[in-house]
């Protein structure tokens, strides 16, 4: 076996987006340890970089390529680079995203467009291109990154809380377009996993430190989830273990939603 787990993916080949860092990364980390082929992607090519060259020096399987979801050019040439690698695309992660703070009002028509350019039209893209060389093999998994936001508002987030929301049902169209032909497409909705993404938010609403806090106290697990648990999660959705799972999502948040 090429990783250090199970063996869950082992060569398969999984494309992940916005995988310099965070929640990206850890995703990259857990497939390669599960013996799959990892092409990390990211509009920011030296940390995609970076990533892959950390898993290669662990002697796990990656490169890198750089991919812009909102550039159809980009994405047609980040996906011909998987796919010729070992001639297959057999799992993608649309995890992509970002996070813009405005509320309704104040929001801009450029600011709507490019959240909801690169959080679902980009992942709307990326399913688009890899579906034609995954029905090559009639077998596929698609991981949708969506959020806790996709299923409730939270102040000053609705791009983002609009943008999630919409990959849950691009994860249920996917899901039932291709179920028939062997392709999957399930959905992670994390709740606050401590990324760059998550600090910038809470030093943006207040000190690091109480908002850190703060948030901790609203779930019922007492801590913030961890990168590398999303990364299980993804794992999970790509393996053929759960070939049942499809249209799917699983909310990953220390039981947030299940208070009030
Ligand atoms: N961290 C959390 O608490 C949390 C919770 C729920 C959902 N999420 C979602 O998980 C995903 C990853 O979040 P994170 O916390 O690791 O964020 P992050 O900001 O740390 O990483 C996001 C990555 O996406 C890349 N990216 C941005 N625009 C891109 C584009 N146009 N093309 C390609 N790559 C692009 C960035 O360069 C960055 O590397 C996002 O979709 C986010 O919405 C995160």
């Given at each position: 076996m090429t990783g250090t787990g199970r063996g869950r993916l082992e060569g398969k080949v999984v494309l992940v987006t916005g995988a310099a860092r965070g929640l990206g990364a850890a995703i990259c980390r857990a497939a390669a340890q599960e013996g799959a082929h990892v092409m990390v992607t990211d509009v920011d090519v030296a940390g995609a970089e970076g990533t892959a060259r950390q898993l290669a020096a662990e002697g796990l399987s990656a490169r890198a390529t750089v991919l812009d979801v909102t550039d159809q050019d980009s994405v047609d040439a980040a996906v011909r680079a998987t796919a010729e690698?070992?001639?297959?695309?057999?799992g993608l992660v649309n995890n992509a995203g970002i996070l813009v703070e405005a509320d309704v009002a104040s929001l801009t028509e450029e600011q709507w467009d490019l959240v909801m350019d690169v959080n679902l039209k980009g992942a709307w893209r990326m399913t688009k291109a890899v579906i034609p060389i995954m029905l090559e093999r009639g077998s596929g998994s698609i991981v949708n990154m969506s959020s806790l936001g996709g299923h409730f508002a939270r102040p000053g987030h609705v791009s983002y809380a609009v943008s999630k929301a919409g990959l849950l049902n691009l994860t249920r169209a996917t899901a039932v377009d291709f179920g028939r032909q062997g392709i999957r497409c399930n959905a992670i909705c994390p709740g606050s996993t401590m990324t760059d993404m998550l600090r910038q938010h809470l030093e943006s609403t207040g000190d690091l430190a109480a908002m850190t806090e703060d948030n901790i106290g609203?779930?019922?697990?007492?801590r913030l989830g961890r990168p590398e648990e999303i990364g299980a999660t993804a794992v999970f959705f790509l393996?053929?273990?759960?070939?049942?799972?499809?249209g799917s999502y699983l909310l990953v948040d220390g039981g947030r939603h299940a208070t009030t």
């Open positions: 690698w070992h001639g297959r695309i057999d609203r779930n019922r697990v007492g393996s053929d273990e759960v070939g049942y799972v499809n």
